[in-house]
């Protein structure tokens, strides 16, 4: 279970999350939707302690992730997250990128590391390209290679900070068939992402944010069909 | 008719002139390539306000003419601190300095061209900073660095010909020998330049092969 209290965050005089409370419940999925600047991103790189925050709390499986004892190394072994860029290791082969981490993190065996590599990247459709390069690949396969590579860590929780927005429009389509894959597994997973319809088809719960704020949260059906926030129903009107 | 008083034994003299400048550039690079990677992460690492002293240390060894430091160095040992030393080591030292100065500076680039969502990354699975640096930053950052490297290393084998100054018979030394006893200055130039092409070529192919082969 991920909860979050009143957290708040700035990067320096911008106050960018403004007192969010949210709890995530094991085998549920989040999305977080809203404009850009509203924080979302930043709030999911709070959860698995890349940035410190100015006050309130993070707990992740009741560990709370920036107390001065909490191990992040070993915190982040559970909690994978997916970029917007998807941030290849250019040096490394597609299979190089899935096992480093299973190999020098979890100090797993090359052949160990290799069978959950081939096994996580054939999960997402990549099991032809295990020896090729990242620059190899195009940008919708480089960003299923960075979920796998999460994934091979076996993860409880998933983050995917807009994972397709980078993306030509017609690679979309088989990242976000990957995210909905992983969610009818029952992954734990919060995603921020601008799009609408796989929010409504995937997500347990939609939350929306607002300049740092969580201005509703609630069923999809209930966000998209009948929003209760002025800036909500403003925000879907603008995207639809 | 173009004729030479240039004998086989000139040439093994030559030879191990260049022989000492081998020695001397492959020590002090390795020296300095060494100190270089620690200074240059040191750098990054401290912070601005606290790598000031070691900028300012570097900046003294990269602003100050070759020859003023090894000249300065040799009177410093000898007459400061007294030490019987050879002129081969102060050679080292001094070249191994100058060539850390250089090489932290190309360190520093090449680490900060390493794009900090990669390290991002790396770090979100669970990598510690140390895991980061040896698998993800160093690979990538050396990469990125070696044509500068390679850079640095022909220059610092070229500028060993001023350790002549610290009574090192080098490449150079050796020719100058070798002028004013046959006087013929242009052909023992020619020789001489050879024999440092000869020494050059090698290592700037090498990079080239790495370069080619980490581009795939």
Redesign the interface.
Known sequence: MIEIQSLHKSFGPLEVLKGIDLTVNKGEVVTIIGGSGSGKSTLLTCI?G?EPIASGKVIVDGIEVHAKSTNL??L??K???V?Q?W?A???LTVLENVT??PR??LGLSKAEAEAIGEKQLSHVGLGAKLST?PTMLSGGQQQRM?IA??LA?SPDYMLFDEVTSALDPQLVGEVLETLKMLAEEGMTMICVTHEMAFARDVSHRVAYFHRGVMAEIGAPEQIFGDPQHEETRKFLASVR | MFSTSLTLSDVVFLAQGAGMTILVTALSVATGTVLGVIFGVLRLQLGTILAMPLVFFLDIFRSIPLLIQLVLANAFVGMVLQLETSGFTIACIVLSLYTASYCAEIVRGGIQAV?S??R?????????WF?DMR??VA??AT?IALPSWIGLALGVMKDSALVYVVQVTELLKSTQILITRLQEPLFLLLVCGAFYFLISFPLARFGGYLEKR?S?
Request: aromatic share 12%; net charge positive.
């Open positions: 698995n890349l190394n070993t982040r072994q909690i994978g997250i970029f860029q941030n290791f250019p040096h480093l981490a020098k993190v390069y960075a590579r999460a860590m | 794009p969502t990669t991002r990354a790396a770090r979100s699975l669970g990598m510690t895991q698998y993800i690979p990538l990469r980490w795939k």
